[in-house]
């Protein structure tokens, strides 16, 4: 086994989801989880410990009281199939199986998975080295035992616990709104590194007057008043993303970001953070009501990775991910009126909302979309 591998030569890739309870996991949880973790569901069922694998696109068998430990995967070692789809057994110890959330550098082939690699090899060590051997990486794992049907979280501390359920990654947990009026709205050039896995909740512009600022690369101003109403896109974000933007824009010692009332053009009014730079005056610098690009990004394959912290050693390139991706869910489902989650349609004319409770008539969701 490897010693210690530095984070920076490890990806947080997929996501592990441990529900214990009879509570049931939000339809917006999971279907983030299988946008932005395409390639596989590997699910261990806690009441029987059976185990059954699925494409991505089929999370809402997640949508259950059962209890389960389920693994979405997003590939960046191996193939892209049902042979490298989480859990997988450890070596011959075939009642030990192994999910991981990470990748570890050096690990993997063309064919397999980093993660079945590992498992192979935890086969061969004695059982009460696991804990020692697992954490020696900065990954999440959980290890199950169908015979005397138990499990194990390893390095627990990198979970989040929500609403009594454990999350490997937080990235699937996106309650922030953020208004974005430069490099990162829709198609922009940092919206590809940053935000293809943030829900695009639609345009609108700032409710009170700004003044944006083009010099090289906008910023905004906390002169209310002044300048224009900003035309901005807004997001749902995890914390994870939160803090990568916070990160990106050297918040709060460089740009500081506030909360103001944001006006989509749908009607509605969303308070939304905004990132304003204290550092500048208005000068003599003409104010702005959008910021363009003079060429927008294309959306590449590559791009589609829907990923945080890319290792550019890794060659995504290679990755098949035809799976099951032909009829996944996409940022353009329809979104609730009152609370902007996912709404799903009965067949009826209607739409339920699973996080406010809400039900709405079809023709007041699909107007509220435009």
Known sequence: MSSKTPLA????????????????????????????????????????????????????????????????????????????????????????????????????????????????????????????????????????????????????????????????????????????????????????????????????????????VVDGLPFLLKEKGLGHNVKVDVFKVSDTTFKSLDMLEGHPRWYKREEIPVKMNNGKTLTCWIYFNPKESNSNKPFVESYEQSARYENTLFDRGIVEDVDEDINHEAIDIGWDDEHFPTNDTPTCVDCYNDVTFDGFSNYYCSSCGGWFKEDEVLKFQD
């Not at 191996?78 to 991981?100: A, I, W, Y």
């Not at 993997?108 to 590992?118: I, P």
């Open 9 to 212: 030569n490890q990806i947080t890739m997929c996501v592990i989801i441990i529900k214990q309870k009879d509570n049931v996991m939000s339809n917006e949880i999971a279907k983030t989880s299988a946008r932005i973790n395409p390639h596989g569901l590997g699910i261990v069922w806690l009441d029987t410990f059976e185990v059954t694998y699925h494409k991505s696109n089929e999370y809402k068998q997640l949508l259950t009281k059962r209890p389960f430990i389920a693994h979405f995967r997003y590939a960046t070692v191996g193939k892209v199939g049902l042979s490298n789809t989480h859990p997988f057994r450890c070596g011959v110890k075939k009642d030990e199986l192994l999910m991981q959330n990470g990748t570890i550098k050096g690990l993997g082939t063309a064919d397999e998975c980093d993660s079945k690699v590992l498992a192979k090899a935890l086969g061969n060590v004695a059982r009460n080295t696991w804990k020692t051997e697992l954490e020696k990486y900065d990954s999440r794992f959980v290890s199950i035992n169908t015979r005397t049907r138990s499990f194990q979280i390893y390095n627990r501390n990198l979970y989040t616990y929500r609403d009594g359920i454990w999350y490997s990654k937080a990235n699937v947990l996106q309650d922030n709104l953020v208004a974005v009026y430069g490099t990162l709205k829709k198609g922009f050039s940092n919206y590809y590194s940053y935000l293809t896995s943030s829900k695009h909740i639609g345009a609108g512009r700032t409710q009170d007057k700004y003044p944006l």
